[in-house]
């Protein structure tokens, strides 16, 4: 059930490969740009020598013409280089976060065990945008690469000595750059981690803020989150600090460099070696060099970065599936014949089910979490240790996830709604055109309506917030209803309504199946009033079948039984 493996710097390579013509193109026009800067001081020179030194007017109007020209040239190479480059850093980080994506929505599932929300939505901003900025570094570094050696064989044509000069020590300076950018990576690393998990515990307490401020642990959800974020705080200042140190170093090897370039040029100026526009000429160089210089140093700290974020990015899209992904899967016209045989999961030990076509099927679970477990389960969202489940006499192995959550759809306890509107989530999993009012009626979301200012156009905000918990049930359990799926796996639809609603909502689901033949409903719960409209139920107590009859027959059979569902 493993993934590709993919590699941090495979990822940093297909997203450079994948802009390759905007790279190029800002790469050539950056280029341009470098080389023209390179000649402003050379034409300044030139000017100097033939129009300055001789009192040449007409040839200094000529001289300064051409370098207004050249001013005009470098001005819009850079302009549209930078274009091309942005370009590409969008189109890279873009393209990434679209992968990202499809792998967290893949149908076996697995990128999101053991990583909050808030981590994949930093994956998915911060990281996906310094790895796509590695494109537009890579730009910038051609280019000053570009003016480096332009200028060094300008120097060279001025003086052998100051071209070698720089020829020999910008090599030095970009691996020492190259090296000092190593303990930024590193830390880098460990500050995009500690702000991803931050950002999911921010997001994970504000999601459950209701709960909180119910059960009076607001200030141990602040104690937690403020401990979280000093130890993000402390990473993010290591990282700068390496930065800082990283930008201080470089700066400072630059800032040697360019003065024996400059002592060197001087003392050869002072010699007759070189004549005064040349002089100026190398002196400008010079100057120069520290442009390129320093954006060859960004390059360095901007590779370190995009290549510690690469590698998280690179472990998402490596997760192992949560599920395996098969072959394709028997459409809507499914019968939808549904088998678990022997099934071990998460407590559970050797169960079985078989619904019948058209059966409501009740299943009692003593254990919560044994619940949560067949939930997760039959929603392909885990496998089984052992024991098997099969969809039309075939292994769901065999079939892929997604066609098999269209036949079986399991509608968790916990289920979110959208932004939206209270008719937008029902009508969310529903086939076009469906009428969605007999679904409503039956989930008891038709009162709800009736209740709301704005009716079925009212907005229900993010995850439903706008909503009380059993409005939110409600909607959840309408979605699910108008989606009339082959098979409909429902746990504990009604935990947070009232009695004489939820029996409403028991009568109303049992008549809503009833209409399509050959529907089959599982319900997973122990509430008396969904079970009594059950044909029959599947008592499980301790992790293993008990009996399976009527309810009425198990409230009289086991003692067990009705404490745990009559109590």
Same mark, same amino acid.
């Given at each position: ?21 905007n790279?190029?193109?800002a ?26 030194a ?10 300064? *013409?051409v #370098?207004?020209? =050249?001013? %005009?040239? &470098?001005? $819009?190479?850079?302009? @549209?280089?930078?274009?091309?480059g942005? !370009?590409a ?10 992968r990202?994506?499809?792998r ?20 998915a901003?911060?990281?996906t ?6 494109s537009?570094?890579?730009t ?15 120097l060279?044509?001025?003086s052998?000595?100051?071209?070698l *000069?720089? #020829?020999?020590? =910008?090599p %030095?300076? &970009?691996? $020492?750059?190259?090296? @000092? ?5 590193? !830390?880098?690393?460990?500050?995009q ?6 950002s ?9 803020l209701?709960v ?24 993010t200042l ?29 003392r050869?100026?002072?010699e007759?070696?070189?004549g $005064? ?5 190398a002196?400008?160089?010079a ?14 700290a ?8 690469a590698?998280?990015?690179a ?21 939808g ?14 169960f079985?089910?078989?619904?019948l ?11 919560p ?23 039309d ?10 066609g ?13 709604l ?53 409005q ?22 009604t ?9 409403r ?20 719960t ?19 079948t ?22």
């Amino acid at each position: 059930m493993r993934t590709t493996e993919v590699s941090g710097r495979q990822v940093l390579w297909r997203a450079v490969a994948g802009q390759r013509r905007n790279v190029a193109v800002a790469a050539v026009l950056g280029a341009v740009h470098q080389a023209a800067e390179v000649f402003v001081p050379v034409l300044i020179g030139v000017v100097v020598d033939r129009a300055v030194a001789t009192g040449d007017g007409d040839g200094m109007v000529r001289w300064l *013409l051409v #370098l207004a020209l =050249v001013y %005009v040239g &470098l001005s $819009l190479s850079f302009r @549209l280089g930078a274009r091309a480059g942005e !370009r590409a850093a969008e189109r890279s980080a873009h393209g990434l976060r679209i992968r990202l994506v499809d792998r967290v929505l893949a149908p076996g599932g697995g990128a999101d065990e053991g990583r909050l929300p808030g981590v994949l939505a930093s994956v998915a901003t911060e990281d996906t945008r310094r790895v796509g900025a590695v494109s537009m570094a890579m730009t910038l570094g051609i280019g000053a690469a570009m003016g480096l050696l332009v200028g060094a064989v300008v120097l060279l044509r001025i003086s052998p000595a100051l071209g070698l *000069l720089v #020829l020999l020590g =910008v090599p %030095v300076i &970009l691996v $020492l750059g190259h090296y @000092l950018s190593k303990p930024l990576e590193r !830390r880098s690393a460990a500050e995009q981690e500690r702000a991803a998990h931050a950002s999911g515990v921010a997001a994970d307490l504000v999601a459950g803020l209701r709960v909180l401020k119910g059960i009076g642990a607001v200030p141990a959800a602040v104690g937690r989150y403020r401990d979280t974020s000093q130890a993000s705080l402390a990473a993010t200042l290591r990282a700068a600090r390496a930065e800082a140190w990283q930008n201080g170093l470089t700066t400072g090897l630059i800032g040697v460099f360019i003065a024996v370039v400059a002592l060197v040029g001087g003392r050869l100026a002072a010699e007759g070696d070189v004549g $005064l526009g040349e002089l100026v000429a190398a002196v400008g160089l010079a100057l120069f060099l520290i442009s390129p210089l320093q954006t060859l140093a960004w390059v360095n700290a901007e590779l370190a970065q995009g290549r510690a974020s690469a590698a998280r990015i690179a472990e998402v899209l490596s997760s192992p599936h949560a599920v395996p992904v098969g072959g394709p899967v028997p459409g809507r016209a499914s019968g939808g014949v549904l088998r678990l045989r022997d099934v071990h999961v998460g407590g559970l030990r050797g169960f079985d089910l078989e619904p019948l076509p058209g059966e409501v099927l009740g299943v009692a679970v003593t254990d919560p979490a044994h619940a949560v477990a067949l939930v997760r389960c039959l929603g392909r969202e885990t496998e089984p240790e052992a024991g098997g489940i099969e969809l039309d006499g075939v292994s769901v192995t065999a079939l892929d996830p997604a066609g098999v959550r269209r036949v079986v759809l399991v509608a968790a306890h916990d289920a979110d709604l959208f932004d939206g509107t209270v008719a937008e989530n029902i009508m969310a999993g529903a086939p076009a055109e469906t009428d969605i009012t007999a679904a409503m009626a039956a989930a008891g979301a038709d009162e709800l309506v009736h209740s709301l200012p704005e009716g079925a156009g009212q907005q229900v905000g993010e995850r439903g917030r706008f909503l009380s918990g059993g409005q939110r049930q409600r909607v959840a359990l309408a979605r699910a209803l108008a989606a009339d799926p082959p098979v409909l796996v429902l746990h504990d639809p009604t935990t947070a309504v009232d009695t004489v609603t939820e029996a409403r909502i028991a009568t109303g689901l049992r008549a809503l199946r009833a209409e399509q033949p050959g529907r089959v409903t599982v319900l997973i719960t122990t509430s008396p009033a969904l079970l009594a409209v059950t044909d029959r139920v599947v008592w499980v107590d301790g992790g293993r079948t008990v009996d399976t009859a009527p309810h009425d027959e198990l409230v009289q059979r086991h003692s067990s039984y009705r404490s745990a569902v009559l109590a």
